[in-house]
Each structure stands twice: as structure tokens, then as C-alpha cells.
């Protein structure tokens, strides 16, 4: 049980075996980030790595491509190598292109390959709404009516969506799979090793967005045939807004066309000869399209060497430690309040996020932000707090708990309107 003092909370953070990374971190005086596994804040690591890279370019101009601290040709493939370990696979099954929403349109014009009564692409209803926009726009495409070929697997609760119900609606008429690897809302992680064998053992292909797992936890999508993937590195990974994102194909499909193909995708010592017959690249580089959007990768760089030296499962580990220091604290102090834990309890079910309820979400989180902590909220009720590993101490946690449960007290967020803002 945790004592609710402050002086628990600081002897927590000398214990932190990841303390030292915090002062690598920009933070705000005066501000507590609770907003990383939305954007993730600038590292000095990544600031230097972009600083170089615009050198790079003020000093080599076009020669930047290949010369310079950090070459811009094989740069998507330099980062890919650095991700690898981070989702579980190997460098030439990773490749650092895209967004998520692009990248999820790749994936989907190249893995959707409706045959016969197998039409349908198997999705579920908590899902991001980007994927669903994406999937139902691949389907039209194709000439298949979204309403009847897009199936969204029910949530039971509206927070999480059971590997049952998912694995029932594996029917013999879908012929792709695509889940979060954690519900955005909920923090939820979904089953990847058991849905995956599931889909296989029903000739199904599997892709998963990883936007809210890369970077906060461990994966093994090689090991688990996960077919494929896609993420973003602005988030835990802390990348920078817009930051490039990224994706991962098993080498099982390598020389698989891409369903979207650019000249970027071409095999590296080809794609000069400007032929108009494309030769793929011979690993996932093939579902790169265009040039690559250099300035937005550069700060991967310094970032990534970070969780190379913080480790993936020190991440993990302090991530969840934090995280239910959290929850105790809000069970603790909050519970004559109104507040519901909205995320699963369970260490292998939970992400990087405590989803925490409320029917005055929205005016709450506005008052958090008059009171310098910055959550975010996701419509209609939900107030995402984020303590980060590498940067988030106890003593800001205990301090937001504190700084929440005044706010509640007082009923400080009456004063505020009761709707969103135009960004959450
Ligand atoms: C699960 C998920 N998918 C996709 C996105 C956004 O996609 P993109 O990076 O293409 O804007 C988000 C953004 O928050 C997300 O949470």
C-alpha cells in the first residue's frame, strides 16, 4: 500500500533506477506533463540530432543525401534498425516511413486481398477513428460497401473489447485483421500472440496499430507472426510533432508488392537507374513511397538512442509501477469524488495510461490545465493521465492527485464550460 505523502513519493524516486533520464528531458518549471503518450516532450538528445541534421543540409546541400553526421538516404533504415528491438523484430522487417494513417493505407491496399466469400476486414468499435476511415476508404475502393464489409467487434463495457468476442467474429468470410495493440481510450492491451495464432489458424491476416504500446511497452511481433504493423514515434517515443512514424512487415511477406508503390520502395542501388519498371526493395523499405521527411525523422535519432540505453523492459517495469502508484493514490484520496478506473487493473491488460472516468471530465481537465498539469481528455468521460518512464518522477504524480482532489473539493471546474476544446 502506498503512504500518500510526498515524502514517500520522493524516497520512490531515489529508488528510480531511470531517474537520470528525466534531465535529459525539457519539462516546464512550474508545469506537470501528463500528455506523453499523446505527444511526447523534446529531448536535448533530439534537439541536437535535428540541430545536426539542419548542418547537415546548410553544410552538403544535396550532397546531404549521402554525406554529413547523419545521411539522409539510408536514414529511414538506420532508425529501423534502432526501433527493431522496441517492437520485436528484425532491422530489415522494420522500416521508419509514413504516418499511421498512411502507413495503415499501405498496409491495407497490400494485405487486403478479398477472395471468394472471404470480403470482410474485421475491425472493432473502440478502435482510433482514423483506422476506420482508412479501412472503410480501402474497402470502397474496392467496390465493397463499407456498412456491410467493415465488422467492428462490440465492446461489452465501452472500455475494452474481450479476445473472445474478437476471435467469434473470425469468420471465414474476413480476410484481415486489424486492432490496436492498445485501445486509445482505455489503455487496454489486447492479446497480440493469442488473437494472431487465432486469425492464422482461420487463413486471416493480422495488423496491429501500435501507436499506444511503441515506446511504453515490450513487443514481439516477429515472434508472434504478426503480419503486420504500423505505429507513430510522436508519442512515447518522442519524436516530435508529426514526427515520421513507422512500420513493420514479417519477412514471411517480403516480396509482396506494395498495394501503393513509390519510388522510394525501390530496391536502394535501383531506385537511381529511374527506370519505369519499379524493382521493390526486398525487405518492409518496399512500403516506403516518397521521399522521406527528413526533418521530421532527425529527432528519432537522438531519441531512440535513449530507450537504447534506458532498455524496453526497465521502461516497462517503472511504467507500470508508476502507473499503479497512480491508481493507488486516486483510490486513496479520490473516492468520495465520482472517479472510476476506466482502464483494466491487470498488469498484462494495461498500457501506459490510467484512464480515469468522470461525467465532468471535460470541465475537470480544464481546471487541471489552469492549475499547470497538462492530461488529456477523450470524449465523452475520459481523462488520460500519462506518467511517463522516462521522465514523469513520483513526486509529480503525488502532486497531481493533490492538486486534483483540490480542484474537486472546491469544485473549481464549475467555473468552466462544459465543452471541449477544438484540439483535446
Ligand atoms: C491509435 C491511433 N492511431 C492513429 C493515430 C493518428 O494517426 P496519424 O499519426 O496518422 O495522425 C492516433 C493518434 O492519436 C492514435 O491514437
Redesign the pocket.
Known amino acids: 500500500m502506498v503512504a500518500p505523502t510526498v515524502e514517500y513519493a520522493r524516497k520512490l524516486d531515489k529508488e528510480d533506477s531511470l531517474r537520470r533520464f528525466r534531465e535529459e528531458f525539457y519539462l516546464n518549471p512550474g508545469s506537470i506533463y501528463m500528455d506523453g503518450n499523446?505527444l511526447g516532450l523534446l529531448s536535448k538528445r533530439a534537439e541536437r540530432t535535428l540541430r545536426e541534421s539542419l548542418d547537415d543540409w546548410k553544410e552538403h546541400g544535396i550532397d546531404g543525401w549521402t554525406k554529413g553526421k547523419h545521411p539522409w538516404f539510408d536514414l529511414s533504415k538506420r532508425l529501423a534498425g534502432l526501433l527493431a528491438p522496441l517492437v520485436g523484430a528484425s532491422a530489415e522487417e522494420v522500416i521508419v516511413t509514413g504516418?499511421?494513417?498512411?502507413n495503415l493505407h499501405q498496409l491495407a491496399a497490400t494485405f487486403y486481398q478479398p477472395q471468394g466469400k472471404r470480403t470482410k476486414i474485421l475491425a472493432d468499435e473502440l478502435n482510433?477513428p482514423?483506422?476506420i476511415y482508412a479501412l472503410k476508404s480501402q474497402l470502397h475502393m474496392r467496390g465493397y460497401n463499407p456498412d456491410e464489409h467493415l465488422i467492428r467487434v462490440k465492446s461489452r463495457d465501452g472500455r475494452v473489447i474481450e479476445e473472445e468476442d474478437i476471435i467469434e467474429a473470425m469468420t471465414d468470410e474476413v480476410a484481415l485483421v486489424v486492432l490496436?495493440t492498445v485501445q486509445?481510450r482505455s489503455g487496454q492491451i489486447l492479446d497480440m500472440k493469442r488473437l494472431t495464432e487465432e486469425a492464422h489458424k482461420r487463413g486471416i491476416l493480422i495488423g496491429f496499430?501500435g501507436?499506444?504500446s511503441v515506446g511504453a511497452i515490450p513487443h514481439a511481433f516477429s515472434e508472434w507472426n504478426v503480419d503486420f504493423a504500423y505505429w507513430?514515434n510522436y508519442?512515447y517515443l518522442n519524436g516530435g510533432p508529426g514526427s515520421v512514424?513507422g512500420l513493420y512487415v514479417n519477412r514471411k511477406h517480403f516480396g509482396k508488392n506494395p498495394g501503393l508503390a513509390g519510388w522510394f520502395g525501390s530496391r536502394p542501388d535501383k531506385q537511381f537507374d529511374l527506370e519505369h519498371a519499379f524493382t521493390a526493395a526486398e525487405d518492409a523499405g518496399a512500403y516506403q513511397i516518397g521521399t522521406p521527411h527528413v526533418l521530421s525523422m532527425a529527432p528519432l535519432l537522438g531519441s531512440l538512442e535513449i530507450f537504447a540505453e534506458a532498455g524496453i523492459e526497465n521502461i516497462r517495469k517503472k511504467s507500470l509501477e508508476i502507473n499503479q502508484y497512480l491508481m493507488e493514490l486516486i483510490e486513496g484520496e479520490l473516492a468520495d469524488f465520482g472517479f472510476e478506473i476506466g482502464n483494466p487493473l491487470e498488469d498484462a491488460r494495461r498500457g501506459g495510461h490510467v484512464c480515469l472516468e468522470h461525467p465532468e471530465a471535460v470541465r475537470i481537465c480544464k481546471a487541471l490545465k489552469e492549475n499547470g498539469i497538462i492530461p488529456d481528455f477523450r470524449a465523452p468521460n475520459v481523462i488520460r493521465l500519462a506518467p511517463i518512464a522516462l521522465y514523469t518522477s513520483y513526486e509529480d504524480v503525488w502532486n497531481v492527485v493533490w492538486i486534483l482532489k483540490e480542484i474537486m473539493v472546491e469544485k473549481q471546474y464549475e467555473k468552466f464550460a462544459k465543452e471541449r476544446e477544438i484540439v483535446a
Open positions: 499523446s504516418s499511421t494513417t498512411v482510433f482514423t483506422d490496436p486509445y496499430d501507436c499506444h507513430c508519442k512514424g
